[in-house]
């Protein structure tokens, strides 16, 4: 596989334009050269071969050869709203989502939650899910939605999807995806108050259990990416 | 949740005692004292309910309540095989690993693996297993089995085990867990070689993709787990 940049703007007339980190990226870190061949990708969906036509300070100049759009995932869009983990936890938990296809990840406000998903944390979480689709070949970029309360989370979700609140004394979770949306709701490391379960299970929500035993934030939100993405 | 300790040897006539890393924590992480109440776990599937009865220099003894066994895991075993990454990512592989249920994992040794694993890797890893335990709750210690590679890893598992090669080029992988044990085979960064695929495939694996997009090792040993544990 080439390596792989993401554009800002889609290529006009055959030509493209990288800047900023992708431009840096290219340039000092892998020593890109005129001539070389590399992959663009938009993040909705369509990638393009390219050749590098002329290397500035900031700035990358390329030809770009014919479309090739990304077929639409056989699945149907699979939302996390997770109650984000600090730190390393949280940048792992969105690599990890990215590469397995979730469609988006709504950062959940809790009571008992403990990262704020603050304007900058979003910023930086941004740029992981292109590093992610970078090096795992996805042309469309995890969507990470305004931050939400359980509530407005459920209800964001389209009509007739399936509606999932990992609990370690839920019932058996569904093996195999299922047929329609499906919002996976993840709590905090303190769990979920039992006022925001009877709102989420009042709303629709099923308790289902991921695993047999009690699991970090990041490691349900995994599970469940592995699971129905 | 009680705090949980890990005793190497399990208690008799109702006293236990805990020493080296575990005592440590308890008395100077935890800041125990005598009186207070934590959970003691050998490792193999049974806890015991305990009190701090003495703290010393390097070693901390209680008193234990009646034995508690962990049921059986209701699944078959899953075993994993990894050509293991480096660093953090391998810390973190064995933690989710853990969490998720696996009952063990081999070191891969194959042609373009990276992470040697020596005698002091696989002893680190070992006390993250044990963390892992701690933290989820979980009574019997992940396996961590002598590095082997492809071939042997499958002709130690049992007759009649499901044996899966994790390809993104593969099949699309059995979305329940089966009735059998089951082994997943997961290549390094660079992925098996030709030959390695031919020689698994002799000896009975089928190559399954378990997502769209081409995973990070620990990203398919953690997939594989989330759908198999």
């Known amino acids: 596989m080439s390596e792989r940049f993401h554009v800002a703007a889609p290529p006009a007339d055959g030509r493209a334009v990288l800047t900023g980190d992708e431009a840096r990226h290219l340039a000092r870190v892998l020593r890109g050269r005129v001539g070389d061949h590399v992959v663009l990708f938009d993040g909705v969906g369509t990638h393009w071969p390219a050749e590098i036509t002329a290397i500035g300070r900031d700035r990358i100049d390329l030809r770009t050869a014919a479309a090739v759009t990304e077929p639409a995932p056989a699945a149907p869009p699979l939302t996390l709203a997770v109650a984000l983990p600090k730190g390393e936890r949280q940048q792992w938990l969105v690599e990890k989502l990215t590469e397995l296809g979730v469609s988006r990840l709504v950062p959940l406000v809790t009571t008992r ?26 042309d469309r970029l995890l969507a990470i939605g305004e931050p939400a309360t359980l509530t407005t989370a459920i209800t964001d ?4 999807s399936l509606l999932l609140l990992a609990d370690p004394r839920g019932d058996a979770c569904p093996a195999a995806p299922p047929a329609q949306p499906v919002l996976v709701l993840v709590g905090p490391e303190g769990g979920f108050t039992a006022e925001e379960i009877a709102a989420a299970e009042a709303a629709g929500a099923r308790r289902v259990a991921l695993a047999r035993h009690v699991l970090r934030v990041e490691t349900a939100a995994i599970a469940a990416a592995a699971r129905f993405a």
Request: net charge positive; hydrophobic share 35%.
């Open 113 to 138: 939650g403990v990262a704020q998903p603050t304007a900058a944390a979003l910023q930086r979480l941004g740029r992981t899910v292109i590093e992610a689709c970078k090096q795992c070949g996805r």
């Open 157 to 160: 979700q389209p009509a007739g």
